[in-house]
Structures are given as C-alpha cells and as structure tokens.
C-alpha cells in the first residue's frame, strides 16, 4: 500500500481532506491531526497483526489494557501518565509477579 493509497483510504472513510493549509505564507501544508491519529491507529492495526475487519476494537482493546494497568496500579491513570505504557506494563508485571510469588508461598505452608 503506497502513501497515497492511504492517504486515499482515509479520505474515503471519514470524508475528510488528509492536508491541512497553512496560516502562513509560502507553505505548501502539512497533514491533518485527525490523518495523524488515523495513520497511528493503522500502524497500531498493522504491527498487532490485526486487520481492518476488526475496526474499532483495536481502540476497545486498548482501553481495556488501559483498565487493567489503572486497576493494577491502583490509580487512575496516573501511572501510565507519569511512566508511559512501558513502564507502567513493566511495574505491573513486578506487581503481578509478586503478588503470586506471595499467594504461592502462603498455599505452601
């Protein structure tokens, strides 16, 4: 799939222009915050494997792990804010590790 097919693709599906025309002058435009959100939402769709069948899910999906990384770390967010995605997933997997680590221990005696 070239540029301009996605660039096409995305005209297509939300009946908006991919460019954005610049305030100053001598600009040639730069694309849309909304193609930006889109073309990151495919790459999300491409490098997880998942193919555009699937639509909105990815998003669904995405805030279910948003979900489960705030009910690990016992907050609203604010870990994912303050560590981005890595770093808050890497806290929670410690977490989850020694919460198992500790039931394991308490089942043996």
């Known amino acids: 799939m070239t540029v301009e097919d996605l ?3 995305f005209e297509k599906e939300t009946k908006e222009n991919w460019m954005t025309n610049p305030v100053c002058h001598g600009e040639l ?3 849309s915050w909304n193609y930006q959100k889109w073309l990151e939402q495919k790459a ?3 490098q997880a494997g998942v193919s555009d069948d ?3 899910q990815v998003e669904e999906r995405l805030k279910y792990l948003d979900d489960l990384l705030c009910l690990i770390h016992r907050d609203g967010g604010h870990h994912i804010q303050d ?3 890595s ?3 890497k806290k929670a997997c410690e977490k ?3 919460w ?3 039931d394991d221990s308490q089942n043996s005696r």
Request: net charge positive.
């Open 44 to 46: 999300i769709q491409v």
């Open 83 to 85: 560590n981005g995605y």
């Open 7 to 9: 660039r096409l693709q």
């Open 54 to 56: 699937f639509g909105g």
């Open 96 to 98: 989850i590790f020694n």
């Open 29 to 31: 435009g730069f694309a």
């Open 100 to 102: 198992l680590k500790r």
């Open 87 to 89: 770093g808050s997933y």
